[in-house]
């Protein structure tokens, strides 16, 4: 059974990032997070580090679907 709680650490080997960009998306609010224990550390539930990750998935298919594949290409070539 995996735990519910998550380290900084163990949420920036699952998204394969740094500690630092982890500890940014706590910080900025993206990722829900709570600070436990007397030295305050930061925990992520997993289900909430779920949730992030199928809201990165929708927002990229967004961005997918908004940006097709080829147009860039497009414009740098006749930029050249």
Same mark, same amino acid.
């Given at each position: 059974?995996?735990?519910? %709680?998550?380290?900084? /650490?163990?949420?920036?080997?699952?998204?394969?990032?740094?500690?630092?960009?982890?500890?940014?998306?706590?910080?900025?609010?993206?990722?829900? /997070?709570?600070?436990?224990?007397?030295?305050?550390?930061?925990?992520?539930?997993?289900?909430?580090?779920?949730? %992030?990750?199928?809201?990165?998935?929708?927002?990229?298919?967004? %961005?997918?679907?908004?940006?097709?594949?080829?147009?860039?290409?497009?414009?740098?070539?006749?930029?050249?």
């Amino acid at each position: 059974m995996a735990p519910r %709680f998550l380290t900084l /650490a163990d949420v920036a080997e699952t998204l394969n990032i740094s500690a630092a960009q982890t500890y940014a998306l706590v910080r900025s609010g993206d990722l829900p /997070a709570i600070k436990i224990g007397g030295r305050g550390q930061w925990r992520v539930e997993s289900s909430a580090l779920e949730e %992030f990750i199928s809201r990165k998935y929708e927002q990229t298919r967004a %961005f997918v679907q908004s940006h097709p594949f080829g147009s860039d290409d497009e414009s740098a070539r006749q930029d050249d």
